[in-house]
């Protein structure tokens, strides 16, 4: 009897330990199944101009078909590779602050982005602030010095070629920093003039007869100014030198060009009595390209081909343009008469309305008058000029109608005289504020004085096509001058406009 309740024992318990064991391996499979991912650590490696650029090591759910992670910031060159370097498949959402990793199969990943949004500048001073969720490696610019941070202490503080690096918890960190500017050096200064030399003789070997007076006038200028050790001033002339070839070049091959086509034109296609008008304009065009004027060249050569085209329309197409042109005006003539007529029926009809509350009130005036009058009807009679007619209530009408008139239009030209443009000197004011920004970067001057030739709004496409600039290196060019609160960035369409805050210019040229 005792051997069975011991072999009794023996099979509860086993059956005991079978449930505690699939128990425990359906949760461990719902924890596996539920977890999409982890993240233990990050580092973000700021740069001098305060974009940051961050390494997220992930671990991934390998059961999930995709994993959406979020980013520290906003990031437009967001990019996940497995442990050998291998990019995975990705996707950036539109708020550019998430990204959608297709995680099947995937145990462990790193994200690779840039952001601007965690730092901000005051005057000399930059703040980094985060509230992350892991722990964070921070490694500051180069000749970088703390001067505070936030609540949280960091865990440790090193340093590695002149880099602090510093290590935090997870949770809200804070740091504040300046960084020590180190003056420009000469083999910086004889850097950006040799590059400028080399490209001014390339240009000049592959087009022997172009000319590049302006280039190498400023060429000069950078020359002598390295000559005095002023080294900052060389740095930025060899840039202006290499962009004014650039500009040059481009009008030289395209009035080039034009000119070719001109020629043939005026070779094959002209040989009546009004050659001799083609010819004096082709001549003209030639004498400006050679003398090194090649827009004002290819001017000459634009009207050459407005004068043939002109020139080469039939009767028949010539009558159609100008009877097109009757008809519009005929459409337009319409629309501003009935405008007109629509106003003056709306007027009218006013003029009338009123006429009849007042005629109204008059005949309820005489059926009062049948009756003794009451001494507040006294009162009010008293106030009424017995001798006003219906013309010179018409009269007063009209006189308040023009009054209206008169007042809308005055308040029009008060909008408009508020809402026009306050146009200042703009170039004065950009080169006051490069002097006072010592720190701004060569190529940030060289944007701020293209936008004040383009009286202060361009798009960021044409900024990339004169400078030659990729779109990357171009978006942190625009955030550092947003930084500044130089510029502002708007939306036209599809493209970005970007506009000089003349507000800020105006403050700083008045003080």
Known sequence: MEGKSLQ????????ICIFIGCCCNFAIV?????????????????????????????????????????????SSNAVVKDHEGSLIKSYLKENLREVDIDSSGILSATLY??????????????????????????????????????????LIITQDQKRNIIAFDPGNT????????????????????????????????????????????TLQQAIAAKD?????????????????????????????????????LVTENITDGSAEVYKALLTNAKDEFTNGNYTKSKEYVQELFKKYESASLEPGEKSLWINNGVNLLLILSLIIGGSVALMMYYFNKRKSLSIFKITKGNGMAQKKSQHP??????????????????????????????????????????NKKDNAINTVPLLDAIEKTIRERPHLKPEDKQVLRFLAEKEGTVFESEI????????????????????????EVQKAGTQNLIKLRCDHLNDEQSG
Not at 229 to 241: C, D, M, P, S, V
């Open 8 to 15: 009794l024992l023996i099979v509860v318990g086993v059956l």
């Open 174 to 217: 804070t740091v504040k920093y300046a960084i020590i500017e180190q003056p420009p050096t000469k083999d910086e200064a004889i850097i950006s003039i040799d590059s400028a030399q080399v490209v001014i003789q390339e240009t000049k070997d592959k087009n022997p007869l172009i000319i590049l007076n302006d280039a190498e006038r």
């Open 373 to 414: 009058p009451t001494t507040k009807d006294q009162n009010n009679d008293n106030n009424v000029n017995p001798n006003t007619t219906d013309k010179d209530h018409k009269l007063s009408l009209k006189d308040s109608v023009s009054s209206d008139i008169a007042l809308a239009d005055s308040h029009n030209q008060y």
């Open 113 to 154: 982005y840039n952001t601007s949004d965690l730092t901000k500048k005051y005057g000399r001073e930059w703040i980094f602030s985060l509230l992350s969720p892991m722990r964070v490696s921070l490694i500051l610019p180069v000749d970088s010095q703390i001067s505070s941070w936030g609540p949280q202490n960091p």
């Open 228 to 264: 005095k050790k002023q080294y900052q001033k060389a740095i930025e002339l060899g840039t202006f030198a290499k962009a004014l070839l650039s500009n040059v070049t481009k009008e030289y091959d395209i009035a080039q060009s034009e000119i070719m086509k001109a020629d043939l």
């Open 30 to 74: 719902t924890a596996t199944t539920d977890e999409k991912h982890t993240a233990d650590m990050a580092i973000i490696d700021l740069s001098s101009d305060g974009d940051a650029k961050i390494q997220h090591p992930v671990t991934l759910n390998p059961r999930n078909q995709s994993t959406a992670i979020d980013l520290f910031g906003r």
């Open 464 to 487: 990339r096509k004169k400078f030659i600039l990729p779109k990357t290196t171009l978006w942190r060019l625009v955030k550092r001058l947003e930084r500044e609160d130089l510029v």
